[in-house]
């Protein structure tokens, strides 16, 4: 282990420097410890804040003026077309936003939470995919660090518990860990170590979202070398500089020395969540380890249920079709997010219906880099092949594939931009009456198409929703409000609903049950606008509502801890934390 590799960050603590270009001497943490004190919006602020003012709604309210100027200049850089300067201020952006989130745990969340529509952007998809890029490779590793790298090449068992067992020290109750190994960041492949900036954030959204306790939540990224020699060779990286040579067997050492290393030192129940693993791994990994652990895998199973839960929310805005057995489904992408939503959608179609698995299938298409997947196919993946369906021909793209099926919905996990082309909205628009188009892809850059695009090119008739935001559109004087399709919308609350029950297991069932209280949670006036998730402002309600359904199925199905489903909400309450208080 070098130092820089293995070394436990302060992540909570006050010994994080401050960055140049972010002065941070206002911000004092009353996180942990020190008295509670009334939440405020920190929008109320007004004027200028002195400088090292210690209560705490001042507090937030600097960081926001600082903040909202930084957005302003961005929205001024958008609006004059340069990119490159909104590019760089995006990042000033998230890197105050981590210095903050560091140094004053409270603050941060105070402010995420305050303003979450508009900086969950900074801390997560679409910026964290450009931090990843361009913020962890360079300033990003120098001063302040966020979270755990393991050696997967060098550490034994004993390398990875010793490690694990010093974060301890600073971390004594860590109930979530978000792993990753960087080969899949998003949509933008490998990048070694630089993955760090995905369990940086989707833990920063376990804490905003789901109230898991900062000081519980840990970062892990598993060095296991890097494919992209530009990547790896650079100056200063941080990783191994070597290539992802391991063999299965090998990879699959290294994960059970950490999964039991992890379990050993923190509890045989905490959390963790398997996030952006290249494909070749991920599958073998859940099923490795979904019955000897807490775990799930983001991609395959969390997508899955947000895409479902969105599904079964559209049912009530697509005309002449009511279930979701109605619908010919065909996805653009057949990897983890594809494979993984399949199963479940079809697992909700025999919920639906009845019907065998095979029936349920037989309406969902998967279309991938070589074309419709077909049982005519020879050397198809073992993922793929319960889609595999006899066509008497075999589409090699997905433009022929849309048109040989008419689907009713499409869905977009392929990390391949402007593949929802025009001949492919326009010919369902004729076919259908609301099509409905998921383009999930990300972050913005790898998106199918934009939310523009899909309402022009349907007539406005589309259910759109992205895995990364889009702005409102208004068209035939009509306003949509395209849905954010991301799995942040149920990881937070079936994380906290798995450690508020003391789970052994996270289940598909938990996935399905996610999905399902999802859809109840979109409001009328969402529907209204045309969207099929609810505001995201609500997302840390939604999480609760989520939790307390997990927790009282784990307590009842006899996999976790013990207690009646009518104390689970109290339950998950407890398990919540909050900024500024104890
Ligand atoms: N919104 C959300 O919550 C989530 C979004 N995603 C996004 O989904 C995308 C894919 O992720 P994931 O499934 O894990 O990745 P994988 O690498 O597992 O799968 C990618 C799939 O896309 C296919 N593909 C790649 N290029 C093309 C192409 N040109 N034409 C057709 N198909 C193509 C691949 O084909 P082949 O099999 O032939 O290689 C593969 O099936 C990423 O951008 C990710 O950010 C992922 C998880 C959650
Ligand atoms: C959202 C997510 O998990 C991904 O794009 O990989
Ligand atoms: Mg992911």
Redesign the pocket.
């Known amino acids: 282990f070098s130092p820089a590799k293995s070394a436990p960050f302060m992540r909570n603590g006050f010994s994080a420097p401050a960055k140049s270009g972010t002065s941070t001497s206002a911000y004092i943490d009353h996180g942990f410890g020190s008295p509670s004190s009334p939440l405020t919006h920190p929008s109320r602020a007004k004027g200028v804040v002195p400088m090292g003012y210690v209560g705490p709604d001042v507090q937030v309210d600097a960081a926001w003026q600082r903040v909202k100027g930084m957005l302003d200049a961005i929205t001024a850089a958008k609006e004059a077309g340069d990119e490159d300067l909104e590019a760089s201020l995006s990042l000033t952006v998230y890197s105050h936003l981590q210095t903050l989130s560091s140094i004053s745990p409270s603050t941060f969340y105070s402010l995420l939470l305050a303003q979450l529509p508009l900086l969950m952007p900074f801390v997560y998809?679409p910026v964290v995919g450009a931090a990843c890029k361009d913020w962890y490779g360079t300033i990003g590793h120098t001063g302040l660090e966020t979270g755990v790298y393991i050696d997967g090449f060098e550490s034994s068992k004993s390398d990875m518990v010793r490690v694990l067992s010093t974060y301890k020290e600073s971390h004594p109750s860590v109930q979530a860990i978000v792993v990753t190994d960087g080969e899949?960041i998003?949509?933008l492949g490998d990048l070694g170590v630089h993955g760090m900036g995905i369990p940086v954030g989707k833990l920063h959204l376990y804490t905003a979202c789901g109230g898991i306790d900062p000081a519980k939540c840990l970062p892990v990224t598993m060095d296991l070398g890097c494919n992209v020699e530009a990547i790896r060779d650079a100056p200063g990286y941080m990783g191994t500089r070597r290539g992802r040579d391991l063999s299965s067997d090998e990879f699959d050492k290294v994960m059970e020395n950490f999964m039991e290393a992890a379990m050993e030192v923190f509890g045989r129940n905490t959390l963790i969540q398997f996030e952006?693993f290249?494909?070749k791994n991920?599958f073998r990994l859940l099923e490795d380890w979904r019955g000897k652990s807490t775990s799930f895998n983001?991609?395959?199973q969390?997508?899955a249920s947000?895409?479902v839960g969105g599904l079964l929310a559209s049912l009530k805005l697509t005309e002449g079709i009511d279930r979701l057995a109605d619908h010919t489904f065909v996805f653009?992408?057949?990897?983890?997010?594809?494979?993984?939503i399949a199963e479940l959608l079809a697992y909700a179609i025999q919920q639906e219906t009845g019907c065998t698995p095979a029936e349920a299938r037989k309406h969902i298409n998967?279309?991938?880099?070589?074309g419709l997947v077909t049982a005519e196919r020879e050397n198809l993946?073992h993922h793929?092949q319960p889609f595999a369906h006899q066509r008497s021909t075999s589409p090699t793209t997905?433009e022929e594939s849309v048109k040989l099926l008419n689907p009713t919905a499409i869905i977009g996990?392929?990390?391949?931009p402007n593949?929802f082309t025009e001949p492919i909205l326009a010919h369902m628009a004729a076919t259908t009456t609301n099509p409905v188009v998921f383009a999930?892809?990300?972050?913005t850059s790898?998106a199918e198409c934009t939310a523009l695009q899909a309402y022009t090119w349907t007539e406005g008739r589309c259910v759109f929703s992205?895995?990364?935001p889009f702005d409102k559109v208004v068209i035939n004087g009509v306003t949509k409000v395209p849905g954010q399709?991301?799995?942040?919308y149920v990881f937070p609350g079936i994380g906290l609903g798995a450690i508020a029950g003391g789970a052994t297991s996270v289940t598909e069932k938990d996935m399905y049950t996610a999905a399902v209280t999802l859809a109840g949670e979109v409001g009328e006036d969402r529907l209204e606008v045309g969207c099929c998730y609810p505001e995201l402002e609500r997302i840390r309600e939604v999480s609760e509502i989520i939790a307390t359904r997990i927790c009282g199925d784990v307590w009842e199905e006899g996999r976790g801890g013990e207690g009646e489903r009518e104390n689970a909400r109290e339950k998950v309450r407890e398990c919540m934390w909050t900024p500024f208080q104890e």
């Open positions: 998809t899949r998003l949509g952006d290249g494909n991920a983001d991609d395959i969390g997508t947000v895409v653009l992408g057949a990897g983890e997010a594809g494979v993984g998967l279309v991938d880099s070589k993946q793929k997905f996990v392929s990390a391949t593949t999930l892809s990300n972050p790898q992205s895995g990364s399709g991301n799995n942040a």
